[in-house]
C-alpha cells in the first residue's frame, strides 16, 4: 500500500523539478501574468475602492518578499501572482489617471476648439478631433478635454488643418455604451481617450483662426499626406498616405470593404510589418554601405552602429505617423530588437516579445482589449516560435529568393496566428487571404516600403518622383490584388461573435504551449479546445433593444429581424455582423412580422401617430419599445429613451433572462450614473414573432 507521506514528496519533487526546468524562459509567464492582472481589472463588476487597491498592493509586495524566499523552489509561482497583482494596480492607475469631464446631456449650440486629428468616420465623413474646447453657457470644468465632430454637408468655408481653430454649431453627445449587452464598449474606449463628447454639424465649419505653428509635426504630417495623394493620385495615393503617416481619408469606403474582404487592411496600420520593414531597410542599408569599407568592416562593430542608425529612425517614423497604440506598440518591439543587437543577444526570442510586452501594458493597459495589441503580438509571438524552430533546418537560398521565401512564411503564420482574433473582432474572416497577402506583402516589403524611405531620403533635393513612381506601382499591384480576390465568389466568410471568454481561454492556451518547457505544455492545447467548443455552441440573443429605442431585432428561424429598414445604421450593422449575417439592414428589416392579430410579442412604436397607438400597444404586448418618450398607462413596460438610459442596450437570450449593457458593463467610472431601471420580467415572455407600427 502506497504511503500518502511519500506519494505528497515525490510529487512535490516532480513539482520543484518542473519549476526549476522553466529557468531562463520566466519572463514570457511574467508578460502573461501582467495581461491577466490587466484583464482581471477590467472585468470587475465595480471600481475597486482606495483599501481594496491598498491590500492587492501589500499583496503583491508580500508576493514578492514570498518569491524570494522561495526562490530555491515555489518562488517563480509567488513572483507570477504579486505581478498579476501588479497589473491590476497599474491598470487602475491608469483608469484615474485619464478622468476627463463628459457630458451628461445632449448638447446643441456653438462648439469652439483647435484641430488635433482629421479622419474619417465609419459613415465616410470627415471627423474632427478638437481640444482646447469651448462650449455655450458651460464653465471650463465641465467641459470635455476633447470632443469628435463629424462634417455633414458641404463644407466650403475650411479647409481642416491641425493646429487651425475652428468654430460651428453642432450635436454634441456622451459617448454610446456597447451597441449589446457584452459588445465593444465606446464609453470604456473613449473614457481613455479623454474623449468627453462626440457629435456632428450639418452647417459650415468657419476658421476662427489660423494654425500658429503649435502643432508643427501633425502639420509636417498632413503635408507629407497631402503631398502623396497629389504626386501618386487616385486611391493609390490615399494608400500612399495611410502606409507613410498613418491619413486614411483619401481611402474611399469601396477601396476599404475590398481591403478588409481579401485580409489586406493591416498593409494601411503603421504597426510591426511597416515599422519591421523599415527599421530593417535602414538597418541593412547603413550595414550593407559600410561593409563595402574594408578598414570599417574589419576593425569596428559596423552591425552595432546600422543598429543605432535605424533606431533613430523608426523613433522617427513614430512620431511622424501620430504615435498611435499600434505604432507604439511596433516601436518598442523594433527598440528591444535593436538593443538586443547592441548587447550582442539574439534578437528575435520569445524574451524580446514579453518585454515588448509589458512596456505596452504598462504604459497603455486598455490596449489589452483592444484588436491592434491582441493581432501584433500574437503574429509577433508566432513568428519568433516558428522562425527559432526552422532556425538551422532550412536549406541554403541565394540572397534575393531568401527575402522573399521569408516574407511569404511571415505572411502565412501572422495569417494563421490572427485569424481567430480577427474573426472574434470583427465577425469575418477573408477565405483567400493567405493569397491575397502572397501576392501583396512581398510588394510591400520588397518595393513600397524601401522606395518610400528612398523618397523620404531624396526629397530634400527634389529627386524623389521616381521612388514615388515606383511606389505607384507597387501600390496599384496590392489594390488590383484585393479587388480581385475580393471580387472572387465566397472571398468573405461571416463568423457569429463568440462570448466574452473565448478569446482569453484560447489566448491562454496557446501562451501556455508556447511559453512551458517540458511535454506539460500540451495542457494549454485542453483551454484552447475548450475555447473553440465554446464559440461553436454560443447561442445568439433571441431580443435585442437599441439604447435608443430607435431598433429592435428578433431572432427568426430565416435570420435576425430588425424593426425598421433605416436608422440606427451603425447598431443594426454590428447586431447583424455579431449574427454572422451580412450587413443588410433592409434585407433583415423584410423578415419583420406585420401581423397585426399578434398579441403577445414585441411592439415597436415610431413615427406619426405612435402616441395614439400606445394605450392599445400596452394592452396586446408584453413590452412596447419606442423611439421617444411617449404617455403609456400604469403597469405597462413601456421601453422610452429616458427608461433605457437605465439600462443601456437590452439583450433576452434563448433561454428568458434579460441582460442589461449597464449590468454588463458594471459600476465603472466610465460608465455614466442612471437612474433605477424598471422590472423588465415581462420581456421573458416575448415571442419569437415581432410586431412593428410605424
Known sequence: MTDPTALMGVMRTRLIWALQSQRGHRLPFVAVAFGVGVGAYFSLPVEPSARVLLAIALAALAAFAVGYWLRETFGGVAVVLGVACLGLLIAALRTHSVAAPVLTFRYYGAIEGRIVKIDRSASDKMRLTLDRVRLANMSPGRTPKYVRVSLHGAQPYLAPAPG???????????????????????????????????????????????????????????????????????????????VAVGDRAGIDAPTMEDLRASNLAHLLAISGLHMGLLAGFVFMSVRGGLAMISPLALRYPIKKWAALVALPAAAFYLALSGGSVATQRAF??????????????????????????????????????????????????????????????????????????????????????????????????????????????????????????????????????????????????????????????????????????????????????????????????????????????????????????????????????????????????????????PKDQEQAAARWSMDAETDHGLLHLYGRGAQDRVAQACRRSHAVVANKDYDAPEGCLFLSPTVLRSTGAIAVTQDGRVITSRQTQGNRPWVPRAGQAPDLAPLQYVRMSPTSRP
Not at 530588437?337 to 509589458?358: E, G, K, Y
Open 164 to 242: 487651425q481653430r475652428v468654430m460651428m454649431t453642432g450635436h454634441l453627445s456622451p459617448p454610446n455604451g456597447p451597441t449589446e449587452p457584452g459588445g465593444f464598449d465606446f464609453q470604456r474606449h473613449a473614457w481613455f481617450q479623454s474623449m468627453g463628447g462626440v457629435g456632428y454639424t450639418r452647417t459650415p465649419a468657419l476658421l476662427a483662426a489660423p494654425d500658429p505653428g503649435e502643432l508643427w509635426l501633425q502639420s509636417l504630417r498632413a503635408r507629407i499626406a497631402a503631398g502623396l495623394a497629389d504626386r501618386i493620385g487616385g486611391q493609390a495615393g490615399g494608400v500612399a498616405a495611410a
Open 332 to 581: 518598442i518591439q523594433v527598440a528591444v530588437m535593436l538593443a538586443a543587437i547592441l548587447c550582442d543577444r539574439r534578437a528575435l526570442t520569445l524574451r524580446s516579445v514579453a518585454i515588448a510586452a509589458l512596456i505596452v501594458l504598462a504604459w497603455r493597459p486598455e490596449a489589452l482589449l483592444g484588436p491592434g495589441f491582441q493581432m501584433s503580438f500574437a503574429a509577433t509571438t508566432a513568428m519568433v516560435v516558428i522562425f527559432s524552430a526552422m532556425r538551422g533546418h532550412t536549406p541554403r537560398l541565394p540572397m534575393g529568393v531568401a527575402q522573399v521565401s521569408a516574407v511569404l512564411m511571415s505572411s502565412i503564420i501572422a495569417g494563421a496566428a490572427t485569424a481567430p482574433i480577427s474573426a472574434a473582432h470583427f465577425n469575418q474572416i477573408g477565405q483567400y487571404g493567405v493569397l491575397a497577402n502572397l501576392l501583396s506583402v512581398p510588394m510591400m516589403g520588397t518595393i513600397v516600403m524601401p522606395l518610400m524611405v528612398v523618397a523620404a531620403v531624396l526629397s530634400p533635393f527634389g529627386l524623389e518622383g521616381v521612388a514615388l513612381w515606383g511606389m505607384a506601382l507597387g501600390l496599384d499591384w496590392i489594390l488590383w490584388v484585393s479587388a480581385f480576390v475580393a471580387g472572387l465568389d465566397g472571398a468573405l466568410r461571416l463568423i457569429p461573435a463568440p462570448s466574452n471568454v473565448v478569446l482569453p481561454l484560447l489566448c491562454l492556451g496557446c501562451l501556455w504551449c508556447i511559453a512551458w518547457q517540458g511535454r506539460a505544455r500540451w495542457i494549454g492545447v485542453v483551454p484552447a479546445i475548450t475555447a473553440f467548443a465554446l464559440w461553436s455552441s454560443t447561442p445568439r440573443p433571441m431580443v435585442l433593444i437599441s439604447a435608443s429605442g430607435n431598433l429592435v431585432g428578433v431572432q427568426t428561424s430565416q435570420g435576425r429581424a430588425l424593426s425598421k429598414p433605416r436608422g440606427d445604421g451603425f447598431v443594426a450593422q454590428n447586431w447583424l455582423a455579431a449574427d454572422g449575417l
